[in-house]
């Protein structure tokens, strides 16, 4: 039972660059999220899903897309990588309350 | 949007003590999580609390929801090295979304 999983786990980009983060759950759960993570700042909501074929905005989603491609999958696009989407990203899926994390995804944008 | 007050931000204590931290938020909340973050991990559901004035433990770890549903604690006791980690507090509030609430979280160091 693998949980949530996430890849890559390491990336480095170029300004301007763009790239899709995955995110699979194999718990049957219906909501899912993408946050990041910066030193001192917590984990930040960029987009959620309730349920498949339903995507919402959280607290910083400028500069992302999302895709709830089906109940298991979620992925995070970069159409444009900055700098200041540099951080640790992290995926999570939910039943009701109790979410679950994969391991994140590193970022580095040059 | 809504916010969680964690606090302290970092803890440097001695292995054997023990330790308390707390959330507070303005809104109500229907559930509060407690999780733990290891470096170069995900974070790992410690606790979870569903009713106001609920205590509930895990091993060492005892949390609290508070009776005005704004607030959590969370207890360790005889701090250990392994307890080294961020310790984040969560809310839900079944308002229409789906949404997880995060604190800032707090930092422990153990010197053994």
């Known amino acids: 039972n693998a949980g949530v999983t996430q890849t890559p786990k390491f990336q480095v980009l170029k300004t301007g660059q763009s790239m899709t983060l995955q995110c699979a759950q194999d718990?049957?759960?219906?909501?899912m999220y993408w946050y990041r993570q910066d030193p001192g700042m917590g984990l930040r909501l960029i987009y959620y899903?309730?349920?498949?074929?339903?995507?919402d905005k959280g607290e910083v989603p400028n500069g992302y897309n999302v895709s709830r491609l089906n109940k298991r999958e979620f992925s995070l696009r970069l159409e444009s990588a900055a700098p200041s989407q540099t951080s640790v990203y992290f995926c999570?899926?939910?039943?009701?309350?109790?979410?679950?994390f994969g391991q994140g995804t590193r970022l580095t944008v040059v | 949007g809504q916010q969680l007050n964690q606090s302290p931000q970092s803890m440097f204590i001695q292995e054997g003590e023990d330790v308390s931290m707390n959330c507070t938020s303005s809104?109500?909340?229907?559930?509060w999580l407690w999780y733990k973050q290891e470096p170069g991990e995900g974070p790992v559901l410690l606790i979870a609390?569903?009713?106001?004035?609920e205590l509930t433990s895990n091993g060492r770890l005892t949390a609290q929801f508070g009776i005005t549903r704004k607030d959590s604690f969370l207890n360790i006791s005889a701090s250990i090295p392994s307890d080294v980690g961020i310790y984040f507090c969560?809310?839900?509030?079944?308002?229409?979304?789906?949404?997880?609430?995060f604190g800032k979280g707090t930092k422990l160091t153990v010197n053994p």
């Open positions: 999570a899926s939910s039943q009701r309350t109790e979410a679950f």
């Open positions: 718990m049957n759960h219906n909501s």
């Open positions: 899903s309730a349920s498949e074929g339903t995507t």
């Open positions: 809104s109500i909340f229907n559930t």
């Open positions: 609390l569903y009713k106001a004035g």
């Open positions: 969560a809310g839900h509030n079944q308002g229409g979304s789906e949404k997880l609430v």
